[in-house]
């Protein structure tokens, strides 16, 4: 049985046990996109938080305007103080055009939304929905190192499914390029990204006062841009990493629209803005051939730990993969990260308040035509009703969120 300790706190399941943590003091931010719209996935998530009892949900939601108020709906449905908080109305980005907080759309900026109205609590939890193994006890064990001293705390959890290993995103490419880093910089902040056992996962607890003072990445650089962000302000002494068992959740091909390749170039983005933030003078020229030589001695390894397990394991795969995400070890673009709430120029109030008011926009414009259409049918009683006007938000379940990092 494994109980190592990294240079930050390394809490490990060792048993079946759930801690106690203040979850009635806690925020949980749940970034979901309409296609979660009564997953398995999510239902499980949400019937869990029931359990969990937290002091509130709040749900980034990514939809269209003909989903969101039927999604709003359902979420109503359980038994939790639930705010949805549409991310893609008129007036909400009005509004964030008027202060210059326009511009990429990305998960990132959904969780930024959620993060400032989850402030109202003394403790935050972030955490994706698209988990088919979620357990009530992934919130107590993130929150039991802040209510013990830390500020901000990780979850970690091996990606083993289907008989092979996954987690490829940060195994072949996040994992070889902390390591190229590491032989050619001895600095802290390189050690520090390089303590956590999953860095990309989507799972963390804070204390409000850190998150408020977190610059958050637009897109996909969120999780390790937050890691860089809880150096500087937490260091190794204020994080912890939490060991979250079992843990499965879906797949994203390399190519194509947001597959892998696309991801890792954020990935890359932030995890250099970040060692550059600490003041690394980053060696560019050989960094892109050091990141390829760590790689190949990594697929080497998890080739031997596969055989190991008994694990089918593709070599040359893995390798074309190392030579995909070569493409994105270079120096970081334009900061594009979004203000901490502690310095924004909105408040978290008018946000929700944008957002609220276009959700009942689009809630009263549904109620209206399902009105209009009632009346139109009913004078026909003997003709073939109307098929569910929500039916269509069943059909494509396939869930997004975090994938296969």
Not at 16 to 38: F, K, L, N, Q
Not at 137 to 163: Q, W
Not at 257 to 276: E, F, I, N
Request: glycine share 8%; aromatic share 8%; proline share 5%.
């Amino acid at each position: 049985m494994e109980y190592v300790q990294e240079r930050v706190t390394t809490l490990h399941a060792l048993t079946d046990h759930r801690p106690d943590a203040p979850t009635g003091r806690a925020a949980v931010v749940v970034p979901m996109t309409e296609r979660e719209y009564g997953t398995l996935a999510a239902e499980r998530v949400l019937a869990s938080l029931e359990r969990v009892d937290p002091a509130r949900v709040i749900v980034p939601l990514r939809a269209t305007a003909d989903r969101a108020g039927p999604f709003a709906a359902w979420l109503d449905g359980f038994d939790l103080d639930v705010e949805a908080l549409w991310c893609d109305g008129p007036r909400l980005a009005d509004l964030l055009a008027e202060h210059d907080l326009d511009g990429d759309r990305g998960k990132g900026r959904d969780v930024w939304l959620g993060l400032g109205r989850a402030l109202r609590e003394e403790f935050v939890v972030v955490h994706d929905a698209d988990t088919t193994t979620y357990s009530p006890s992934f919130v107590n064990r993130l929150l039991f190192p802040i209510a013990h001293g830390h500020d901000f705390a990780k979850g970690y959890y091996a990606r083993v499914e289907d008989g092979a290993l996954y987690g490829r995103l940060f195994r072949l490419f996040f994992r070889p390029l902390v390591r190229a880093l590491a032989e050619a910089h001895d600095a802290d902040v390189v050690e520090y990204l390089e303590s956590f056992r999953y860095a990309l996962a989507g799972e963390f607890a804070a204390t409000a006062d850190l998150v408020s003072d977190l610059r958050i990445q637009r897109g996909w650089g969120l999780e390790i841009g937050t890691l860089g962000e809880a150096f500087s302000h937490a260091g190794f002494a204020g994080s912890a990493q939490v060991d979250l068992g079992r843990y499965e959740h879906d797949h994203r091909s390399v190519e194509g629209p947001t597959g892998l390749a696309d991801m890792s170039r954020a990935v890359g983005a932030a995890t250099l803005r970040a060692v550059d933030d600490a003041g690394v003078d980053v060696a560019y020229d050989t960094l892109p051939g050091r990141y390829r030589e760590a790689a190949e001695e990594l697929v080497r390894r998890y080739a031997t730990d596969a055989a190991f397990n008994g694990l089918a394991y593709d070599r040359d795969d893995e390798r074309a993969q190392v030579a995909t995400y070569a493409d994105a070890v270079a120096e970081p673009g334009p900061d594009t990260r979004l203000p901490a709430w502690s310095d924004a120029p909105v408040s978290p109030a008018a946000v929700a308040e944008a957002a609220a008011a276009d959700l009942e926009a689009v809630a009263g414009s549904a109620s209206a035509s399902a009105s209009e259409a009632e009346s139109a049918s009913g004078s026909a009683s003997h003709a073939t009703p109307d098929p569910d006007p929500e039916a269509s938000l069943h059909r494509d379940r396939s869930p997004t969120g975090g994938g296969d990092r």
